[in-house]
């Protein structure tokens, strides 16, 4: 039987660094209020223009390709996770490609917009491809470039602070061994509350489903004899209807329930228990939703890796940027019990096992 395995691992972040004081220069904040309620003291920024989601992407993997000993032209395949993007359209899939030269047509790409889980979807679509024997070599991307889209205003704050720059990605080839491979996954979603964490515009929406939910705001939409023009109206640039909103106590305990239910899952799956845990790599949404997470499984410290202290919250990109330093720093080493988890906007929670 083929098992799809992780073969390498590179992580790139900007060498911006945004402190908590930094962002009191520009908004009603404080390092105390921000460590104390997410642990975050610092994040990266990347270089608005030189930088992109695509181009840190890019550097991720190249970093990964190197640790798998192959060439950028050895990919057969991409998945790239991210919310938010070069562009509206075409999905960053196609950028990386273009940033890593490999253009021949050969190689297809697929973007993933599963917000916070999307890398844990992303790895689940490339191990499929690869255990199934349809691909060889799979890049998985997480990355995000959220500074480009935050609302530095005191108003945005809420949000704002707890997003930072950053990309992790991942080779994905065959195992002949479950020594070395992926070896569950679970994938989760209800939509049920989608506008509790959302950037809603530039959209179809047309307010139809905000309506539904007593919002009356004025969008600004034309007429509908116009046609047209809805995606983008003066009304939601003056309203700042293009930053991410969300609703942080409702997110915070949906997260600390699924986070332990999608880890318990995909152990059970696996055959495995708690106990054979040697690394949970948590989505690093904020430190409190991972200390919470690793005391309802009674995990030791060492058994849980954390970074948001030094990155903040990359959404895609958290897991593979921590993974990839937790393998750099010597704490996961080949043939280790990986779990990684996440939750977030959908709302969707993923998680999956690997030994590394
Ligand atoms: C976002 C989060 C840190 C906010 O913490 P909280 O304790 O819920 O704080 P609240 O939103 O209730 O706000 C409490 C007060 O702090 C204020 N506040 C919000 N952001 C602030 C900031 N950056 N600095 C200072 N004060 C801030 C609020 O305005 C509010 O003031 P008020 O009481 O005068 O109205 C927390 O809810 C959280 O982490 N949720 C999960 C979010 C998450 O993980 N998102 C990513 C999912 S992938």
Not at 93 to 116: H, K, M, P, S, Y
Not at 166 to 186: E, N, R, W, Y
Not at 206 to 212: F, N, P, T
Not at 339 to 352: E, L, N, Q
Request: hydrophobic share 40%.
């Amino acid at each position: 039987m083929t098992f799809a395995k992780i073969a390498g691992i590179g992580h790139y972040v900007p060498e911006n660094v945004v402190t908590n004081d930094d962002l009191t220069k520009v908004m009603d904040t404080s390092d105390e209020w921000i460590r104390e309620r997410t642990g975050i003291q610092e994040r990266r920024y990347g270089t608005k223009s030189t930088e992109t989601t695509a181009t840190m992407g890019a550097e991720a993997a190249r970093k990964a390709c190197e640790a798998a000993g192959i060439q950028p032209s050895d990919i057969d395949f991409i998945v790239f996770a991210t919310l938010s993007p070069d562009y509206y359209f075409p999905g960053c899939g196609v950028l990386v490609q273009r940033e890593l030269g490999i253009t021949d047509g050969e190689c297809g790409a697929l973007d993933v917009r599963n917000q916070c889980s999307g890398f844990v979807y992303a790895l689940s679509v490339a191990d499929k491809f690869v255990a199934s024997g349809m691909y060889k070599n799979v890049l998985v991307v997480g990355s995000e470039m959220h500074s480009m889209g935050l609302d530095f205003s005191t108003e945005g704050r809420g949000v704002t602070v707890i997003f930072g720059d950053g990309a992790g990605a991942v080779i994905v080839q065959p195992s002949d061994s479950k020594d070395s491979a992926i070896l569950a996954s679970a994938m989760h979603s209800d939509g049920t509350y989608a506008e509790k964490l959302a950037m809603l515009s530039p959209g179809s929406h047309g307010g139809k489903h905000l309506s539904a939910q007593g919002d009356e705001r004025d969008w600004g939409f034309a007429p509908q004899e116009d046609f047209g023009g809805i995606f983008t109206t003066q009304n939601m640039l003056d309203n700042g209807d293009f930053y991410p909103v969300m609703e942080g106590q409702f997110v915070f305990k949906l997260a600390v329930q699924k986070f332990p239910e999608v880890v318990l899952e995909v152990l059970a799956k696996a055959g495995l228990t708690v106990d054979d845990i040697d690394m949970l790599i948590p989505h690093q949404a904020n430190l409190r939703i991972a200390q919470f997470v690793q005391r309802t499984l009674k995990l030791r410290d060492d058994q849980v890796y954390n970074n948001i202290q030094r990155y903040g919250n990359t959404t895609a990109a958290s897991v593979p940027i921590a993974l990839s330093e937790a393998i750099a720093e010597g704490k996961v080493k080949r043939g280790d019990v990986v779990v990684i988890a996440a939750f977030g906007s959908g709302f969707t929670w993923a998680g999956a096992v690997f030994r590394y």
